[in-house]
């Protein structure tokens, strides 16, 4: 079936690695909606009138140039 044991070996370290991307993938999607989903009405609109003005150009993001 294989050829060598050095094929066997790549393909279960490219399947553990593919499984490592998807599952810190989940976590991080998980983090961030448990970031926002804490916010109320009131902070959801402040988000969004930040990112609006971010969008604009009147505010930079900080850490960002």
Do not use: Q
Request: net charge negative.
């Amino acid at each position: 079936m294989f050829g060598r044991w050095s094929d066997v070996l790549s393909g279960i370290a490219t399947v553990l690695a593919a499984v490592y991307v998807g599952l810190e993938i989940v976590h991080c999607r998980r983090r961030l909606r448990d970031i926002f989903d804490m916010l109320d009405n009131d902070g959801r609109e402040v988000s969004d009138d930040l990112e609006g003005l971010i969008e604009s150009g009147k505010l930079r993001p900080f850490g960002r140039g």
